[in-house]
């Protein structure tokens, strides 16, 4: 059996060594005599996995002490409720910026709690492109701006942080965490559906600032506020131990690389040579505003949309898998997280000339 390259949005490839060493580790966790997945999390293999997986994160991230790290579940989609339900306080009113599907998802589910003042929106250039910053039309009484730096399906990422004085900056980094260095001490919240750069579905976390916890309603139920998880150690309840544990390998697996100055080099490098070859081919397109083209998922379009099926079929029996474009857009999709190889993208870019020059 091979492994294929796996350009899927997420679940997205995890790197091979992760999976070697959790395959070596399956049967018994360094001597316990038992799998990680039948580990109590109260007991002190979990604990030391867990708090292992946590100091790498902080140290790759370089994760300031007034910030907590929070291990959830519920995927980045129960944080577009998590938010408003936490933050909101007596404020009625939150600013959004719309770039794409993933922030009308989070606009639609915050409507349901406070005023979703839309602050600046690419909307009308089929966001594909980012609002310039001295676009925005922030409120300075909205409880917090969120905005989404990488938006997944349109290949759209910022290449900017916001600047938002004292309102709460939140960002859904679900798709670009971990793929360069960023300063966290901008951001109130950061949080991420593990499933693309982070480890396998089924973890979420949330990297918060100290102050923004404890400002829940009474009515906010225990599992959804925020002080629940930051009391409890992200213990208040059975946490997705088996995927933690994964994560935690994941983090080492970064910090070996070089960490996330390296892990931008690699992926700067990868993406360029997909966005050279789709603009260089008269056959293939790719309609985002250059300076905004995103690291992790580059979609692309063929000129002639007839031959999607062939590129798909072809590609497939090359190990080049999982290329098809969100249904929503078409064409094709390559997700390009820090686990695809460089390889995978060289042995896609071969392709994609040589499809060309065979089907011009
Ligand atoms: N935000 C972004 C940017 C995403 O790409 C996704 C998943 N594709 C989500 C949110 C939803 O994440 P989840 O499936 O973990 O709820």
């Not at 959790?22 to 997945?37: N, T, Y």
């Not at 980094?173 to 971990?178: A, D, H, K, Y």
Request: aromatic letters at 10%; one cysteine or more.
């Amino acid at each position: 059996m091979s492994r294929v390259y796996n350009f899927s949005a997420g679940p997205a490839m995890l790197p091979e060594a992760v999976i070697k060493k959790a395959s070596e580790e399956m049967l018994d966790w360094q001597g316990e005599g038992m799998s990680v997945m039948e580990m109590s999390h109260r007991g002190k293999a979990f604990m030391s996995i867990a708090a292992k997986a946590e100091a790498d994160l902080r140290k790759l991230m370089a994760i300031p002490e007034n910030y907590k790290v929070l291990f959830l579940q519920g995927g980045a989609s129960t944080q577009f409720a998590m938010i408003p339900m936490n933050l909101l306080g007596d404020k009625k009113t939150a600013d959004y910026i719309n770039t794409g599907m993933w922030s009308k998802k989070a606009i639609a589910e915050a409507k349901r709690y406070c005023d979703v003042n839309v602050a600046a929106t690419s909307e009308d250039n089929s966001f594909t492109t980012v609002p310039e910053f001295s676009s925005w039309n922030l409120n300075p009484d909205a409880a917090y701006v969120h905005y989404t730096p990488n938006e997944t399906i349109g290949g759209v990422e910022f290449n900017y942080i916001p600047d938002t004085g004292d309102v709460p900056l939140i960002a859904d980094m679900s798709s670009t965490i971990l793929s360069r260095e960023i300063d966290v001490s901008k951001f109130g919240i950061i949080y991420a559906g593990a499933q693309k750069n982070v480890g396998p579905a089924g973890l979420t976390l949330v990297i918060i600032r100290e102050d923004l916890i404890g400002n829940a309603g009474d009515n906010v139920p225990a599992m959804l506020n925020y002080a629940t998880h930051d009391k409890a150690d992200s213990m208040y309840n059975t946490p997705p131990t088996y995927a933690w544990y994964l994560a935690g390998m994941v983090f080492e697996w970064v910090l070996n690389q070089g960490g996330l100055k390296a892990m931008a080099e690699i992926n700067e490098r990868k993406s360029a040579k997909l966005y050279d070859t789709i603009d260089s081919l008269d056959f293939y397109a790719n309609p985002v505003e250059k300076q905004y083209r995103s690291w992790m998922n580059v979609p692309f379009t063929l000129k002639n949309a007839d031959l999607d099926a062939k590129f798909l079929e072809e590609a497939a029996k090359l190990g080049l898998q999982t290329l098809k474009g969100h249904r929503s857009v078409g064409g094709m999709r390559a997700s390009i997280y820090n686990a695809m190889p460089e390889a995978g993208v060289d042995t896609l870019v071969q392709f994609m000339k040589d499809f060309a020059q065979a089907n011009s």
